[in-house]
């Protein structure tokens, strides 16, 4: 079945550096969203997708879909403590109504 | 706009136990999700509704789990009997249906711990 591959599984990184992390599949996605998740708390949305190349931002949040349409990633620019969390790409394949989540990329940021 | 609410949020119990978790979607969203988050893991969708009709049920394990939306609202998920591997965080998740029906909300999680 359709899998998503994201990459790094962690990150360590400074205050006020910035960050990129992607995510792959082998089949294409007609759709991208990337979530956050706090501890405790259920994945809160950041950005969708619904284009090819199409480039979304939100704050200092940026994510692509990917011309090939099957791949996707996110950049935070200019971390700060809250971005601390577990963000999720998921992805919704063509001739199906299930959305696919990958295993998460955990960001640690250092103070 | 009232999030997603889910209940209880935490429940423990023996394996071979039943239990069950209650979900209310926000106001108006016709498509329901019930997904589980085992520890480290990304969602894994067990069911999807649109209104009170099942979507997708292909990863739900019906020997044990049933799922139900009557009215088109409010939802239950079942599981009975439990066994260890279940534990898990069982997440609800609704979106509105039609244009942006992929946005998904999620509520905070029921935490499920079968010793």
């Known amino acids: 079945g359709q899998q998503l591959n994201q990459s790094p599984q962690s990150m360590f990184i400074q205050e006020g550096e910035d960050v990129s992390m992607n995510c792959t599949s082998s089949?294409?996605?007609?759709?991208w969203l990337w979530y956050k998740q706090d501890p405790g708390e259920g994945p809160v949305l950041l950005i969708a997708?619904?284009?090819?190349?199409e480039l979304t931002s939100n704050g200092r949040l940026t994510a692509q879909f990917g011309i090939t349409r099957k791949d996707s990633f996110l950049n935070i620019s200019a971390s700060i403590p809250s971005d601390v969390g577990i963000y999720f790409c998921?992805?919704?394949?063509?001739?199906?109504?299930?959305?696919?989540f990958g295993a998460g990329t955990r960001l640690f940021v250092k103070a | 706009e009232a999030g997603v609410a889910q209940s209880p949020r935490y429940k423990i119990i023996e394996k071979r136990q039943s239990v069950a978790f209650w979900c209310n979607p926000i106001?108006?969203?016709?498509?329901l999700y019930w997904y589980q988050q085992i520890l480290g893991q990304g969602p894994k969708l067990l069911i999807q509704?649109?209104?009170?009709?099942?979507?997708?049920d292909s990863q739900l394990p019906k020997d044990r789990f049933s799922a139900e939306r009557l009215k088109g609202v409010d939802s239950t998920l079942k599981i009975q009997p439990a066994k260890l591997e279940d534990s898990a965080v069982y997440l609800c998740?609704?979106?509105?249906?039609?244009?942006?029906?992929?946005?998904?909300?999620f509520g905070p999680g029921t935490r499920l711990t079968v010793t």
């Open positions: 509704f649109q209104n009170n009709g099942v979507v997708d």
């Open positions: 106001s108006g969203h016709a498509t």
């Open positions: 997708l619904y284009k090819a190349g």
């Open positions: 998921a992805g919704r394949g063509t001739g199906g109504f299930k959305t696919i």
């Open positions: 998740a609704s979106s509105p249906g039609g244009s942006g029906s992929y946005e998904q909300y």
């Open positions: 089949s294409i996605f007609n759709t």
